[in-house]
């Protein structure tokens, strides 16, 4: 049986680096394609590096043998320095992306949004991702999931403040996100990485959500595989 093909966008990101990872140790993948703008340094028999136009996603030949594609992109305001800058990356580059898996009938996308995305906030941060939703939603893909996890937990090359503190009061105070409050626990880039991994090898057909909660959960089945 040939093993699935994928191909990960974003994998220099606190996300993407571990998807790749888990990828290519898994014995379901046979090929890992990783669209950059600069190298991952990984070097392995299962990967495939290639450097496209971002400006023309939707147009970049894609192998015709991909089955799934991992949207790992995301960028913050403080970073990408203007509004107009950050919706390229969170919106512009995904949507695009996405037509072009359309195009060339991708079984599956997978993207990273975000808790509290909505296109009616007043959140410029959640506005943009919940837009992004909805334009993916209304493109009709065989198979969408969309992680909406809390905020992100991980080794990243800039420091964040909020997930700095995030992390210091998961750690010294776990009983804080219990009950009510279970749905904002931070989440570690290495759960959301496994539980996109998982949905994919379940390839689950139509729109699919999972909430940030339910990222770890997905994320245990991992250890049994």
């Known amino acids: 049986m040939t093993g699935k093909v994928g191909l990960v966008i974003g994998a220099t990101g606190l996300v993407g680096k571990e998807l790749v990872t888990t990828l290519l140790d898994s014995r379901e993948f046979e090929k890992v394609i990783v669209w950059v703008r600069t190298s991952t ?24 043998d991909v089955d799934c594609i991992f949207c790992c992109l995301g960028t913050t305001i403080k970073k990408a320095k203007t509004k107009e800058a950050f919706r390229k990356v969170d919106y512009t580059y995904p949507l695009m992306l996405a037509e072009n ?53 991980g080794n990243r090359q800039e420091f964040r403040l909020g997930e700095g503190l995030a992390a210091l009061v998961s750690k010294s105070c776990p009983f804080v996100f219990k009950g009510p409050l279970k749905k904002y626990k931070p989440v570690q880039g290495k759960m ?5 991994y998982i949905c994919a090898l379940q390839d689950k057909k139509g729109i699919n ?17």
């Open 41 to 64: 340094g990984i070097q392995h028999s299962k990967l495939r590096e290639s450097f496209p136009d971002f400006e023309q996603l939707d147009q970049e030949p894609l192998p015709s």
């Open 101 to 153: 898996a359309k195009q060339h009938q991708v079984r599956q996308f997978l993207i990273i949004s975000a808790m509290g995305a909505d296109e009616k906030s007043h959140v410029f941060y959640c506005k943009t991702k919940g837009q992004l939703e909805t334009a993916l939603k209304q493109l009709q893909l065989n198979s969408l999931t969309i992680f909406r996890p809390s905020l992100l937990l």
């Open 192 to 196: 959301v990485a496994e539980a996109m």
């Open 209 to 225: 959500e999972v909430a940030s909660y339910e990222i770890e959960q997905i994320a245990k089945y991992s250890d049994k595989l």
